[in-house]
């Protein structure tokens, strides 16, 4: 009976030594799109935050303890992306970077809201997840109503009167259209076509010809880079030269890998401005040093804007001292000012909406490069 009692005394001592060391460091969650469609996008996120730890970690981590970086994968689904939010919320994490697609977002709002888990999307735009008055909510990309707005100027600035709107009906591409369309219509633009493929289909001729039928100045696709790339290579097929302008979601090198690079040239897109085009010493810091360690530099934007979300959240518990989610949020919402970003200054509003102008325009050259637009 002594020696039983001995050993489960050692067993505690052994487990609350764990526990204890593990307590030791401060988590951050990452959850993306580690496998699906999206997988890129996911692993390039994690990318970014392994390296930014790791920086982190060796000027000494935050409150001297080390940050650990706890990654879940959603799949780009929002199924999966609910039973990796569960997952993640028992795991004692501060907050959760993430995620890619607003509807694998939408589905994993409530979860972290209710345990009082700061989250921190990258790529997910629609209008209404900041809509529902969630405390601890925010997001690094902008917001689909300005998205939106940018994309009526860049067309009516190309002098484009008859426009296609094509989307997916995901909780993203049907909020950046149905937004694009409102516009177009208030400034005496017609809106020739509007209707929505299925993702993941491989042929895509049949819509094509259906909006190829109806006769428009420009088509604005506002899905995803998979299904834009497919667009783009058969419509090259069937020599129609109409030009496409893409929402964000668009924006990723596998686009130009999908279509060609024939078919790719001309195609103009929406994004947050890309390091390569930022100034500040913090995107080129970064640059380089994600560059010496994979390589390559970053493929993708909301890669690095993950990477400015945890940049900012490990700024807030720097500043409050603390890792209460109350504190954290209030901070974030109310006395982060001109946060240097590594795509820009970073701010919130009380919606945790990511405030001033971001978007630019793009246009694919013809070795495939992203050019920024005046």
């Known amino acids: 009976m002594k020696r039983w009692l001995i050993g489960w005394m050692a067993l505690c001592l052994l487990v609350g030594g764990a526990v204890s060391a593990k307590a030791d460091t401060i988590k951050i969650g990452l959850m993306g799109p580690m496998t699906g469609p ?7 996120m994690k990318q970014v935050l392994d390296l930014l730890a790791a920086d982190l970690n060796a000027k000494g981590g935050v409150l001297g303890k080390k940050v650990e970086v706890i990654t879940d994968d959603d799949g780009g689904d929002p199924r999966t992306a609910a039973l990796a939010a569960q997952r993640l919320a028992t795991q ?22 209710e345990s009082k888990i700061i989250q921190i999307a990258n790529g997910s735009t629609a209008i209404r997840l900041s809509e529902k008055g969630l ?4 997001r690094t990309c902008p917001r689909d ?30 909020g950046l259209a149905d937004e694009a369309k409102g516009l177009l219509e208030g400034k005496g633009a017609k809106i020739v076509f509007f209707d929505a493929l299925t993702p993941g289909e491989r042929d ?20 995803y880079y998979p299904e834009a790339g497919l667009l783009l290579r058969q419509k090259k097929e069937m020599n129609w030269n109409v030009p496409f302008i893409g929402g964000d979601a668009t924006n990723n090198p596998d686009l130009v890998k999908i279509a060609g690079k024939d078919a790719a040239q001309g195609f103009y897109f ?82 945790g909406d990511r405030v001033g102008e971001v978007y630019r325009v793009y246009k694919v050259d013809a070795e495939g490069n992203f050019i920024l637009q005046p």
Request: hydrophobic share 40%; net charge neutral.
């Open 145 to 174: 109503d300005e998205q939106g707005r940018v994309a009526v100027q860049a067309m009516e600035k190309l002098g484009f009167k008859n426009v296609a709107i094509l989307h997916d009906n995901t909780t993203y591409a049907k």
């Open 270 to 351: 929406l994004s947050a401005p890309l390091p390569k085009d930022l100034p500040s010493p913090e995107a080129k810091a970064f640059l380089d040093e994600f560059t010496k360690k994979y390589g390559h530099a970053p493929n993708s934007i909301y890669a690095v804007l993950a990477g400015d979300g945890f940049r900012v959240i490990t700024a807030a518990i720097q500043a409050t001292q603390s890792t209460d989610p109350d504190k954290l949020a209030g901070y974030l919402h109310k006395d982060l000012k001109e946060f240097a970003g590594l795509t820009g200054k970073i701010a919130f509003n009380e919606k």
């Open 92 to 113: 004692g994490i501060v907050a959760v970077i993430g995620t890619y697609g607003s509807s694998v977002t939408e589905a994993t709002q409530n979860i972290y809201n």
């Open 204 to 223: 895509y001729t049949a819509i094509l010809t259906k909006l190829k039928g109806s006769n428009p100045d420009v088509v604005f696709f506002t899905g």
């Open 38 to 44: 999206w997988a890129s996008e996911g692993q390039e």
């Open 135 to 138: 405390k601890y909510f925010f």
